[in-house]
């Protein structure tokens, strides 16, 4: 057996949402099996051992580190599946233009929203995105999240997309955090390919026919996603961005049904799509196409407040369809820009009405479900890694409770502090 070297003990609850290492759906979803007068084992490997009384881990394991976890709740860290973290500027100015009724897709007919993200990036260096960057990660971490996607999609040419991909990478290599890549390509169709002499079509042969091959031959991402809306991206252009993917090795997820109906979400669940993100606008279809084929769908509610929106995703109607629910912040400058977790399983809970069982399970499982991580990360249980994260309250419902606040003191990385307070 594994050499137990930590042992986390003196926390009132642990949140174990241990149970079977795969995307949680229907009345699974609602169980985080919390549980009261526990600590958790963790081996020199990172991983757990086990989670089991307190006095019974301390006579087991006489010679082990004992971190005091001092009364408060204990949780996997959170996987949070869907974020755009590298970025320049802060794009605070649209949020005027919105509450004056601009809409969203209108600000960026207007040159704005993405390509104006797009713009600043193209002006910096490689080492001034790192900086920006890990400034946020380590305020994201302090939130507890200890894994989280990051994807490409303010570069918009083959060479600022594997700059911000290689970013990500050199982030990787000392960040509070797990991080999983995505490229995405197809966030937008660049201005400078609206006028002639160019085109949408050439630069959708640019994404299939060299930037998808350089990203994959570099290893720079595990996923590929596509902005499949209408006024962005058609479902059939995003199929053959997609079919490429996924013939270079790439795994799939979809910007999906975000703020209008197209059938995004039918076309995630034909090409087996790990994850269908946002959903705001999915149709009855849509939500049965997802449970038959087992793709997630990764809710963001913090999208649509942030964007003023009345409407949400139908969070009820995925879990009773059978649909792994996933939450995530889809932090970034234009739509959400927020590093707070808690305040995301708050959302779950007051806008999409899910319990906070669920919104527990669709921070941690589900998410680690969206990146094809379920059997690593999401649950202190035996065999996953050590990704805790712990808070300073006595009840776990407490977490979502205050919103806005972040009473998360610590997290810890494969059982080694990452974030410390
Ligand atoms: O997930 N919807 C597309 N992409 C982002 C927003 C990006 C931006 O506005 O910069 C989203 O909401
Ligand atoms: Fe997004």
Redesign the pocket.
């Known amino acids: 057996m594994t050499h137990v070297t930590r042992l986390f003990i003196n926390a009132t609850q642990v949140v174990t949402c241990a149970g079977p290492a795969r995307g949680r759906r229907g009345v699974e979803q609602a169980d985080a099996a919390v549980r009261d007068g526990v600590g958790v084992a963790v081996g020199a490997d990172g991983r757990v051992v086990s989670v089991a009384p307190d006095g019974d881990l301390r006579a087991a394991h006489p010679g082990a580190e004992l971190i005091d976890c001092a009364g408060g709740v204990l949780t996997p860290g959170f996987v949070d599946s869907?974020t755009?973290a590298i970025?320049g500027r802060a794009?605070y100015e649209e949020q005027e233009l919105r509450a004056a009724g601009v809409g969203?897709l209108e600000i960026a007919r207007r040159g704005g929203?993405?390509h104006s993200?797009v713009r600043d990036l193209r002006t910096r260096s490689a080492d001034d995105l790192v900086a920006l960057a890990r400034a946020r990660l380590r305020r994201i971490a302090a939130h507890g999240t200890t894994t989280l996607e990051v994807k490409s999609?303010?570069g918009l040419s083959l060479e600022s997309e594997l700059t911000t991909l290689r970013v990500i990478r050199r982030l990787a290599a000392d960040a509070p955090m797990r991080l999983v890549p995505t490229f995405l390509g197809a966030?937008e169709v660049p201005l400078e390919y609206r006028e002639a002499p160019r085109d949408r079509e050439e630069y959708i042969a640019l994404v299939t026919g060299e930037m998808i091959p350089a990203v994959a031959a570099e290893g720079l991402a595990r996923f590929c996603d596509v902005?499949c809306?209408p006024g962005v991206y058609t479902v059939s252009e995003t199929r053959r961005i997609l079919l490429a993917a996924r013939a270079a090795g790439l795994a799939l997820k979809l910007?999906a049904d975000?703020l209008e109906n197209g059938a995004a979400a039918e076309l995630a669940a034909e090409l087996g799509a790990t994850s269908a993100?946002?959903l705001a606008a999915i149709s009855e279809a849509g939500v049965a196409a997802l449970a038959k084929a087992g793709t997630v769908a990764t809710l963001?509610p913090g999208?649509m407040l942030f964007l003023g929106r009345p409407k949400q995703a139908p969070a009820r109607a995925l879990v009773a369809a059978g649909v792994p629910v996933a939450l995530a912040s889809?932090f970034?400058?234009?739509?959400?820009p927020t590093v707070n977790f808690p305040l995301v399983l708050t959302l779950g809970v007051s806008q999409l009405r899910l319990s906070v069982g669920e919104a527990f399970v669709a921070a941690t499982v589900n998410g680690a479900a969206a990146l094809g991580l379920a059997a690593e990360v999401g649950q202190l249980a035996p065999g996953f890694q050590a990704d805790l994260a712990l808070f300073d309250v006595r009840d776990h419902r407490e977490i979502p409770y205050w919103y806005g606040d972040n009473r998360c003191l610590r997290t810890w990385l494969g059982g080694r502090p990452a974030h410390l307070g």
């Open positions: 869907h755009h970025f794009r969203y929203g993405i993200s999609g303010y966030h902005f809306e910007h975000e993100d946002h963001l999208t889809d970034n400058p234009g739509t959400s």
